[in-house]
């Protein structure tokens, strides 16, 4: 929402004058929120144009005494009202202090008080009691080092050096070894078992997000490869049949395809928990009646008498970087002290540096955390109360209905990670949807030219019940419908950037031209232009023999291919291209309200593709880069700038 929120104001015309920054409980108030917050009093200032306060003043703000600065600044703009920070805290009170933890409970909302006495962890002392100025009551906690750490200097570099990434996940560290740390309240647990022998456990779905039909099971009829022996990245197309539902769509709509955890994970799981012979019996969860968590529910796609494996295979994600909050609470259930220890340290601000390299940054998941932490033995309600939904997997529709009325075509690649627990190694982890959906289809790549990249993932070829059947079968959805489609005027240009599998909605799109071509010939067609790219011709031009013909045929006004790593030929991007016939496509968009269209990476790439046509624009018009921004702001809310775009 905040991001939306941003970027909404942005596109009404609203500038920053500092940066936003955004956070959760995962990245943690001191990571973001704490520097951002050290700054804003500064930024308001020269925002507004007030002098600036001596020495020691302007940074009330961040030690918890911010009402000079507000009042200063609600004194010169009266509409502008912040509240002032209550100048009465104690000295260390607050963001800094180290004896009040604020946290997010697990519908989000902000919890204050003072951190939890663990095992293990016991006041500071006479340091602490001199830091704070508070009561024992509210003193930072330091947790004993375990015997197994030298905390020196010396030590802890050796240990940098020495211990793989695996062993350092797993160890305290030795520089928080001496620091009070302070971890959040344990999340007070709201979940309850009912074990159900009396009835049949449900297998259906709850209702999916953004789903805009019913979920339904259809076979895959073929699947080829889009990519060449070589290719740094392995690129297919799965087609569906569905003749047998009611399912319509157009060119730029997409489908949620259902994917289910492997079997490998899930059985370790259900070993850890210790429920391996009660998998297939059902339970129910409730809220229990005790919980002092407010407003407590069961997760909607856990609700209902289901079977253990199914809670874990199809509704929670294991695979999700755990949050810390989650890692708190599994530090309660974790018996080894040392391994308590590190639990407590990656849950607390003092922590977060490491949280940030040893969780986040390797995309640790929950099978990972229990097979570094051997001694954490969650239960089933716990998962429950702290696994997110295992969502479905998005993939843009890549024909066109009017051409295929009982198909369905995607293009997907094979997702490589590198290993959580080892990332400094050659072990990679692969994805999961789009290795199981390789594998099921497996026998309808025949012959395969290109066999996909080697995976050491012990779990690699685990696969779902759909391929048990002679004919592969998967479930999917159609998804609600965006305004990311072709225009309802014939006439009307499109400028089309699509690089990788960015390209896969507008060989729809084309599909659609050529159907409407063949049924009025005489009507006049809107220039249509594309911006593709790939690294090298030969080996990953996904599409390629589908867009010549549509160039050829007239479907395709104009087909602009930028490659990346291919020998003797300069490396260009779509953005490269796109600012180098900055004349034509200027006059496609001003002249002829040309409606561009971007699918591909959210990372980098829509952002230089806006970039590059807010230049073009701006070389137009002959005005700055600043005003060029502006009017691809413009065609944002006109509608006429549209983006289809993944992290």
């Excluded at 600065?69 to 202090?97: I, R």
């Excluded at 663990?118 to 830091?131: F, H, I, K, L, N």
């Excluded at 996904?542 to 395709?556: I, K, M």
């Excluded at 779509?574 to 006059?587: A, E, H, K, N, T």
Aim: net charge negative; charged share 20%.
């Amino acid at each position: 929402m905040g991001k939306w929120l941003d970027g909404r104001l942005q596109e009404l015309g609203a500038t920053h004058f500092q940066p936003s920054g955004f956070a959760d409980d995962g990245v943690g108030l001191e990571i973001v929120v704490d520097p951002w917050l050290a700054s804003i009093w500064g930024a308001l200032r020269s925002e507004l144009g007030l002098v600036d306060q001596p020495s020691g003043v302007q940074g009330s703000a961040a030690t918890g005494n911010g009402c000079d600065a507000s009042a200063e600044v609600a004194s010169s703009v009266a509409d502008l009202k912040l509240e002032s920070v209550d100048s009465k805290k104690p000295a260390g009170s607050g963001a800094n202090g180290g004896n009040v933890e604020t946290s997010l409970d697990q519908n989000g909302a902000a919890s204050s008080g003072k951190a939890d006495v663990v095992e293990g962890c016991e006041p500071q002392g006479q340091q602490a009691r001199s830091d704070t100025s508070g009561s024992a009551d509210n003193m930072p906690l330091v947790c004993s080092t375990p015997a197994a750490v030298d905390p020196s200097v010396d030590n802890a570099e050796k240990v940098s050096v020495e211990l793989t990434h695996k062993e350092r996940l797993h160890q305290p560290s030795p520089a928080l070894a001496e620091v009070a740390i302070s971890p959040p309240s344990c999340p007070a647990p709201f979940l309850q078992l009912e074990w159900r022998e009396d009835v049949k456990g449900d297998t259906d779905y709850p209702d999916m997000p953004f789903a805009d039909s019913p979920i339904c099971t259809v076979p895959v009829t073929s699947s080829r490869l889009l990519t060449s022996q070589g290719s740094v990245k392995t690129t297919f197309e799965v087609t569906a049949d569905l003749s047998s539902t009611s399912l319509t769509y157009q060119p730029g709509d997409s489908f949620g395809v259902i994917c289910h955890n492997r079997p490998a994970e899930v059985d370790t799981v259900l070993d850890r928990i210790g429920l391996s012979a009660k998998a297939d019996c059902c339970v129910q969860a409730n809220v229990r009646a005790d919980t002092k968590k407010k407003a407590a529910n069961v997760p909607v796609y856990c609700r209902g008498v289901r079977t253990v494996r199914f809670l874990l295979s199809r509704c929670m994600d294991i695979r999700t970087v755990p949050k810390k909050l989650f890692l708190r609470a599994l530090a309660e259930i974790t018996a080894d002290a040392t391994e308590k220890r590190r639990l407590l340290e990656l849950s607390s601000k003092e922590g977060a540096a490491e949280y940030q390299t040893f969780i986040r940054e390797a995309s640790l998941g929950l099978v990972d955390l229990l097979e570094v932490f051997r001694s954490c033995r969650p239960t089933l309600e716990c998962l429950l109360e702290h696994c997110p939904r295992l969502l479905p997997r998005p993939y843009s529709a890549a024909c066109s209905q009017r051409c295929r009325p009982t198909q369905m075509s995607f293009a997907l690649n094979l997702a490589y990670l590198p290993s959580a627990v080892c990332p400094d190694s050659n072990v990679q982890r692969s994805g999961l949807c789009s290795h199981w959906l390789y594998n099921i289809t497996a026998s309808l790549r025949s012959p395969i030219t290109t066999p996909p990249p080697p995976c050491t993932d012990r779990q690699a070829s685990g696969s779902s019940d759909c391929s048990e059947s002679p004919q592969p079968c998967i479930e999917l959805f159609h998804r609600k419908a965006t305004s990311f489609r072709l225009p309802d005027d014939i006439t009307t240009p499109i400028i089309m950037v699509g690089p990788g599998t960015g390209v896969a909605p507008f060989v729809g799109f084309l599909q659609e031209r050529h159907h409407r071509m063949q049924e009025d010939a005489a009507q006049a067609m809107g220039e249509a232009w594309l911006f593709y790219g790939c690294r090298q011709r030969e080996l990953d031009y996904l599409y390629r023999s589908e867009l010549e013909a549509c160039t050829a045929n007239g479907t395709l006004t104009r087909l602009s291919v930028a490659v990346s790593r291919e020998e003797n030929t300069p490396k260009s991007y779509v953005q490269d291209d796109i600012i180098s016939l900055s004349v034509d496509v200027g006059r496609l968009v001003v002249e002829k309200s040309a409606v561009i269209y971007v699918c591909g990476d959210a990372k980098n790439m829509s952002k230089d593709v806006a970039a590059a046509f807010g230049s073009v624009l701006a070389r137009h018009h002959q005005t700055t880069d600043a005003e060029g921004q502006a009017m691809v702001m413009q065609l944002r809310k006109e509608c006429r700038y549209l983006e289809d775009v993944w992290a």
